[in-house]
């Protein structure tokens, strides 16, 4: 069965230090696409980047990356020297190639905090 | 920013009524999604659409339906809302799937009381 795991809850930092976010997922299919969203406190949703299966380069974006590894079953996300900004919800989705019309599994999400 | 709009933002109503939420897109895209996101759950499909009245349940569709009868809106309705339909519901919208990320409206807050 599809299931993503987030084990961090909570997570608590002091601006400019550096944060890696957790994902564990599980799934039978070979095909799959790995996402990432951010959750500020206004509650949007905000996309942040799509991984497949086949791409486990890892990704950088300015202060963020991201860390696929397909023989852990991960897609960690890591913020490099924090802002206050960066405060928000953040969520890892999995959608599998044949599962129905695309549809999101996420996982529990975990609320990033970073203080000044 | 993708268009896409929710209507009404928020909402309290009593239980035993029936609640209807309105998702508008303007991106003309194909699919869309009804989830609701409550805490420690993260977010949860309700029903979703691949074309105008095609629609399809989710893991957590009991008590909802949703028609769609032009592209670009999608409506949800509680048929007879309860307590634990009290949440927040997001409508999401792709190009594609499963490949093409969605994008999510600003979110519908009920409270069923």
């Known amino acids: 069965a599809q299931k993503v795991t987030q084990a961090q809850t909570e997570i608590s930092v002091v601006e400019k230090e550096d944060v890696t976010l957790d994902c564990v997922y599980e799934?039978?299919?070979?095909?799959?696409?790995l996402f990432w969203y951010k959750q500020p406190p206004s509650g949007e949703l905000v996309f942040l980047i799509r991984?497949?299966?086949?791409?486990?380069q890892n990704e950088i974006s300015g202060r963020y990356s991201w860390n696929f590894q397909k023989s852990t079953s991960s897609f960690n996300f890591t913020i490099t020297a924090s802002q206050v900004v960066d405060s928000a919800v953040y969520f890892c989705?999995?959608?599998?190639?044949?599962?129905?019309?695309?549809?999101?599994?996420f996982g529990q999400g975990t609320e990033l905090s970073v203080k000044p | 920013d993708a268009g896409i709009t929710q209507s009404p933002r928020h909402k309290v109503t009593e239980t035993g009524t029936p609640v209807t939420l309105r998702c508008h897109q303007t991106?003309?895209?194909?699919?869309m999604y009804w989830y609701r996101q409550d805490p420690g759950h993260g977010l949860r499909l309700i029903h979703y659409?691949?074309?105008?009245?095609?629609?399809d349940k989710g893991e957590v569709s009991d008590g909802y339906s949703v028609s769609r009868s032009k592209t670009e809106d999608f409506l949800l309705t509680l048929e007879s809302a309860t307590s634990s339909q009290t949440s927040v519901y997001f409508c999401?919208?792709?190009?594609?799937?499963?490949?093409?990320?969605?994008?999510f409206g600003p979110g519908t807050r009920l409270t069923v009381t």
């Open positions: 799934t039978r299919d070979t095909t799959y696409y």
């Open positions: 991984r497949n299966s086949f791409d486990e």
């Open positions: 989705a999995l959608s599998e190639l044949y599962n129905q019309g695309g549809k999101l599994i």
């Open positions: 991106e003309n895209h194909r699919y």
């Open positions: 999401a919208i792709s190009s594609g799937t499963p490949s093409y990320e969605q994008y």
């Open positions: 659409s691949y074309g105008v009245k095609d629609t």
